[in-house]
C-alpha cells in the first residue's frame, strides 16, 4: 500500500460524500489533492493541500472547507487527530494500529512490497551509454551506464514495460578512424614499419585495446588480416571487413566492462546496420518534408567570433526553431552526407515506431547542449504523440584523501570502468554514482568509500542489512526453539511495539511504495538511495538506544512474544532494505568483513 495514494482516495471519497450531503458543490475536481509528508513531522503523519486546491471552485473560503473535510476524517479509524495549519493546510496524525498493519504489508509481500502498477505496462524505453565504440569504457560512462540500468529497474518496479537500449554509434568518421587506426596496428603486429608522424592520423586511437583487437585479428585469421597489413591500397571491401571486425571487437570488450558493472541491455540498435543501410534515415526526412519541416536555407552567422571556415551557403534545415530549439538545424554536410543529427531524427523515430511513446535518453555532460534539438525532433517527427527525456549526467571526479587519481596503465591518463570496479567492487561503484542527483558533479573518494563510518553510505546501508541478519542469528542463543519464519511472524501481536522508536521505523518501511512511485515518475532513482540511507540511520539509532536501554532491545530475554514482534520490525527493515539495493542492482550483505 502506498499510505499517502490510500488516504488520497479517502479523502477524493469524502469529497464525494459531502457533496452529495449538500456541504460542498457537487462536481468538484480532486485530481489536484495530494498527500504528503508534512515539512515538519511534529506536525503529524500526513498533510494535504484538498481546502486549498478545492476553494475556488467550491466558492468558499479555505479554512471553511478545511474545518468540514477535518470533522469527517476525526470519525475515520484510523486517524488520530485532525488539525489545521495556515490557510487551510490540514495535518493528520494516523494511529499506531494503521502503521503495525503495514508492517504486516511487508512481511506478506517480501521482496516484492514496493511494487506498484503506477506504470499500468506503459512500453519505455531507456537508452543509455551507447558511447562510440573507439575505446574501452572510461569513468565518464560509469555514472550515465549506473544511472539507466538503476532508472530501467526502477520504472520496472512501479509498473513500466522497460526496453533497455544501447545505440552504437557505428558510422561516419569517428567508426573510420577507428578502422584505420586497427590497420595501422595491423601494419605494426606485421612489422612494417609506421612513421612517428603518421600517430594521430592513423593512429588517431592510440588506446592498447586497438593493438589487443589486431591481436585477436591475427591470431583468428593470419593469412586474411596479414594480406589486409601488407596491401598497399585496401579496398572497399578489405576496408569494410575491417571496420566490422574492429567495432564488433570494441562492442565484445564494452560488453564485458558494463558485465562486470552489472549493466545489461536486451537491445543493440547499429546506425549502420539498422538505420543507415535500412534507408530508415532516408524515410524519416522524408517524412518531416512532408509535414513541411524541412527547407533549403542560409543559416545566420554563428554567435561570437565567427569561424574563418564560415560562408554562407543554402542548406538542408529542420525547422527546429518551430518546435522549441534556438536555430533550425542542419542536416546534410556540404559533402551531400547526411549530419549525425539526421541519424538522430531517424533513431527516435524507429523507437516510436516500435511503440515507445515514452523515451529517455541518458547523455553524458558534454551533450547538454544537443537536448533542445533531439527534443525538438521528437516532437516533429511523431507529430507531437513522442515523449523524450534527456537526463544528463554530470561529471565525477576520482579522488584518493582529496587528490586526483590516475590509475590507468593501458590507457594513459584514462581511468577505466574496469579499474574502478577491479578495487571497489560493483557494489560501490553503483550506489555511490547515486549519492548525488544526476545533473550535479559528483566526487567519488576512494578513501570514502573504503571506510567504516556512516560518512560513506555503502557501508552504512549494508551494515544495516547486516545488523538485520545478525539478530535472526543471536535470537537462537536465547530461543532455541523460536520459529522466526516469515509465515510464523505473520500470526504474531504486534501491539507490543509501542516505542516511538519502532514506529517511526514502521513509518519509515511504510514510505517505501511512495519512494517507488515518486522516484519512478520523476525519473530520478538516486531518491532510492537517499531513502535507504535514512532507513539505515533509523534503524542505527534505534539499535544503539537498545544499548543505552536494554528494555529496548531487539532480543529480550525470558519474553518470546516482544521477541517476536520486534523479530517482525528487523524483518521488515532487512527486506525493504534488500529490495532497495535489488532495484539498485546491488547485494545486500549478511556478514560484514
Same mark, same amino acid.
Given at each position: 500500500m502506498n499510505v499517502f495514494s490510500h488516504f488520497r482516495g479517502e479523502i477524493a471519497a469524502l469529497v464525494e460524500r459531502l457533496s452529495a450531503a449538500g456541504a460542498l458543490p457537487a462536481g468538484l475536481d480532486t485530481s489536484r489533492v495530494t498527500v504528503e509528508p508534512p515539512r515538519d513531522p511534529a506536525h503529524g503523519d500526513l498533510a494535504t493541500n484538498a481546502a486549498m486546491v478545492l476553494a475556488k471552485a467550491a466558492g468558499k473560503p479555505p479554512r471553511a472547507i478545511a474545518d468540514a473535510i477535518a470533522?469527517?476524517?476525526?470519525?475515520?479509524?484510523?486517524?488520530?487527530?485532525?488539525?489545521?495549519?495556515?490557510?487551510?493546510?490540514?495535518?493528520?496524525?494516523?494511529?499506531?494500529?494503521?502503521?503495525?498493519?503495514?508492517?504486516f504489508d511487508v512481511l506478506r509481500e517480501g521482496l516484492a512490497y514496493g511494487d506498484s502498477g503506477l506504470g499500468k505496462s506503459e %512500453?519505455?524505453?531507456?537508452?543509455?551509454?551507447?558511447?562510440?565504440? =573507439?575505446?574501452?569504457?572510461?569513468?565518464?560512462?560509469?555514472?550515465?551506464?549506473? &544511472?539507466?540500468?538503476?532508472?530501467?529497474?526502477?520504472?520496472? $518496479?512501479?509498473?513500466? $514495460?522497460?526496453?533497455?537500449?544501447?545505440?552504437?554509434?557505428?558510422?561516419?568518421?569517428?567508426?573510420?578512424?577507428?578502422?584505420?587506426?586497427?590497420?595501422?596496428r595491423l601494419k605494426q603486429q606485421c612489422g612494417e614499419p609506421i612513421p612517428d608522424s603518421a600517430f594521430g592520423t592513423i593512429y588517431q586511437y592510440p588506446g592498447e585495446e586497438?593493438?589487443?583487437?589486431?591481436?585477436?585479428?591475427?591470431?583468428?585469421?593470419?593469412?586474411?588480416?596479414?594480406?589486409?597489413?601488407?596491401?598497399?591500397?585496401?579496398?572497399?571491401?578489405?576496408?569494410?571487413?575491417?571496420?566490422?571486425?574492429?567495432?564488433?571487437?570494441?562492442?565484445?570488450?564494452?560488453?564485458?566492462?558494463? %558485465?562486470?558493472?552489472?549493466?545489461?541491455?536486451?537491445?543493440?540498435?547499429?546506425?549502420?546496420?539498422d538505420l543507415v543501410e535500412k534507408g530508415k534515415v532516408d524515410a524519416a526526412l522524408e517524412a518531416l518534408t512532408g509535414l513541411g519541416h524541412i527547407y533549403t536555407?542560409?543559416?545566420?552567422?554563428?554567435?561570437?567570433?565567427?569561424?574563418?571556415?564560415?560562408?554562407?551557403?543554402?542548406?538542408?534545415?529542420?525547422?527546429?526553431t518551430n518546435f522549441g530549439d534556438d536555430v533550425d538545424r542542419p542536416l546534410k554536410k556540404s559533402d551531400g552526407s547526411w549530419t549525425y543529427f539526421a541519424s538522430d531524427i531517424a533513431y527516435h523515430l524507429d523507437k516510436f515506431r516500435r511503440g515507445f511513446r515514452t523515451m529517455i535518453d541518458v547523455w553524458g555532460a558534454d551533450h547538454a547542449g544537443y537536448v533542445k534539438r533531439v527534443a525538438a525532433a521528437v516532437?516533429?517527427? =511523431?507529430?507531437?504523440?513522442?515523449?523524450?527525456?534527456?537526463?544528463?549526467?554530470?561529471?565525477?571526479?576520482?579522488?584518493?584523501?582529496?587528490?586526483p587519481v590516475k590509475m590507468s596503465k593501458r590507457a594513459g591518463n584514462v581511468i577505466t570502468v574496469r579499474d574502478v570496479v577491479d578495487r571497489v567492487g560493483k557494489d560501490v561503484m553503483r550506489l555511490i554514482m547515486l549519492t548525488r542527483k544526476n545533473?550535479?558533479?559528483?566526487? &567519488?573518494? &576512494?578513501?570514502?568509500?573504503?571506510?567504516?563510518? $556512516?560518512d560513506n553510505p555503502v557501508f552504512y546501508i549494508q551494515y544495516a542489512h547486516a545488523r538485520c541478519c545478525?539478530? &535472526?542469528?543471536?535470537?537462537?542463543?536465547?530461543?532455541?526453539?523460536?520459529?522466526?519464519?516469515?509465515?510464523?511472524?505473520?500470526?504474531?501481536?504486534?501491539?507490543?511495539? =509501542?516505542?516511538?522508536?519502532?514506529?517511526?521505523?514502521? $513509518?519509515?518501511?511504510?514510505?517505501?511504495?511512495? =519512494?517507488?512511485?515518486?522516484?519512478?515518475?520523476?525519473?530520478?532513482?538516486?531518491?532510492?538511495?537517499f531513502y535507504l540511507y535514512d532507513v539505515a540511520a533509523a534503524f542505527h539509532g534505534h539499535w544503539n538506544r537498545g544499548k543505552d536501554e536494554p528494555g529496548l532491545r531487539f532480543i529480550v530475554e525470558g519474553n518470546e512474544p516482544l521477541t517476536l514482534a520486534r523479530l517482525a520490525l528487523v524483518r521488515g527493515v532487512q527486506l525493504v532494505i534488500a529490495s532497495g539495493l535489488g532495484v539498485i542492482g546491488v547485494t545486500p550483505v549478511e556478514e560484514m568483513r
Open positions: 470533522t469527517e476524517l476525526r470519525k475515520h479509524p484510523s486517524i488520530e487527530a485532525a488539525e489545521i495549519a495556515g490557510p487551510g493546510f490540514i495535518n493528520l496524525r494516523v494511529r499506531a494500529d494503521f502503521w503495525r498493519e503495514r508492517l %512500453a519505455v524505453n531507456v537508452e543509455y551509454v551507447s558511447t562510440n565504440p =573507439t575505446g574501452l569504457l572510461h569513468v565518464g560512462h560509469a555514472r550515465g551506464s549506473v &544511472f539507466g540500468d538503476v532508472l530501467a529497474s526502477l520504472l520496472a $518496479k512501479a509498473g513500466y $514495460k522497460v526496453a533497455r537500449e544501447y545505440y552504437v554509434n557505428d558510422a561516419g568518421k569517428q567508426v573510420e578512424a577507428l578502422r584505420d587506426s586497427f590497420i595501422g586497438i593493438a589487443d583487437a589486431a591481436r585477436a585479428a591475427l591470431a583468428a585469421d593470419g593469412a586474411r588480416w596479414r594480406a589486409l597489413a601488407l596491401a598497399a591500397s585496401p579496398d572497399a571491401v578489405a576496408l569494410d571487413a575491417a571496420q566490422r571486425f574492429a567495432v564488433g571487437y570494441m562492442m565484445d570488450r564494452i560488453r564485458e566492462d558494463l %558485465a562486470a558493472l552489472g549493466v545489461r541491455h536486451e537491445v543493440f540498435t547499429s546506425e549502420r546496420h536555407g542560409v543559416l545566420e552567422p554563428p554567435k561570437g567570433k565567427t569561424p574563418e571556415d564560415w560562408e554562407p551557403r543554402p542548406q538542408t534545415l529542420f525547422r527546429a516532437k516533429a517527427v =511523431t507529430d507531437g504523440a513522442g515523449t523524450l527525456d534527456v537526463k544528463i549526467c554530470q561529471l565525477v571526479r576520482f579522488l584518493d584523501r582529496g587528490e545533473d550535479a558533479p559528483l566526487d &567519488f573518494d &576512494f578513501a570514502k568509500v573504503e571506510e567504516q563510518s $556512516k545478525s539478530v &535472526f542469528r543471536q535470537v537462537r542463543e536465547v530461543f532455541p526453539n523460536i520459529d522466526t519464519k516469515d509465515s510464523r511472524l505473520m500470526g504474531i501481536s504486534l501491539n507490543l511495539l =509501542t516505542d516511538s522508536g519502532e514506529l517511526g521505523l514502521i $513509518k519509515a518501511l511504510a514510505a517505501w511504495p511512495r =519512494t517507488v512511485e515518486a522516484a519512478a515518475e520523476a525519473h530520478e532513482p538516486h531518491r532510492l538511495a
